[in-house]
């Protein structure tokens, strides 16, 4: 997608939406984290170099043939295979959006970033009405990080922490004092260890 052509683009998404669609069956399974990973490389930054490029698209093609195996009924532990895609799928998210906060589309890759929070959340709590309030805390989290002087990967994971403390709380309907102390002790290695 680097390459700006619009016709590898078009081929992209029509072999994508083939290789899903093809068994029509359980289509719906895993279908916003099919969105989010046909859309991602649309959002790779132009100066990335040719090594951090290969490791996104090797991390987006092994999430994309995790999608067919749930999908597909393939991969047997299902729950467990949809919610690691889905963390997997939102901390190559927060890398990207970190990598181009400087940009100029500042309001464009933040809206993608909090439409694909909203598509991961979905498919992690599977109850839309708690998928909702935490995209907007979890966007607001990312405007606010964008703005502190830290590097890309610390952000990135600054703000996967509290993802993953968010999502973990809402599904298990409690906050444990063990995951706040271990959370605590992450954001501050991650503020000592930035410039």
Known sequence: MRSGSLWWG??????????????????????????????????????????????????LTFLFFAVLGIKNLILTNR???????????????????????????????????????????CLIMRDYRWALPCTALIGELLWVTAWLPMGFIGSANLCFALFFLITGAVMENRISMKKIGILTAFILIVFVSSR
């Open 79 to 121: 729950k467990a295979w949809r919610e690691g895609s889905a963390y997997l799928f939102s901390y190559i998210l927060f890398l990207l959006f970190f990598m181009q906060t400087i940009s100029g589309t500042f309001w464009l890759i933040w809206l993608w970033a909090v439409v694909s929070i909203f598509l991961a959340l």
């Open 10 to 59: 078009v081929a992209y998404v029509l072999v994508a939406f083939f290789l899903y669609m093809r068994p029509i069956f359980n289509s719906s399974a895993v279908l916003p984290l099919f969105f989010g990973v046909l859309v991602m490389p649309f959002f790779f930054p132009l100066n990335l170099g040719i090594i951090v490029a290969g490791l996104f698209s090797i991390a």
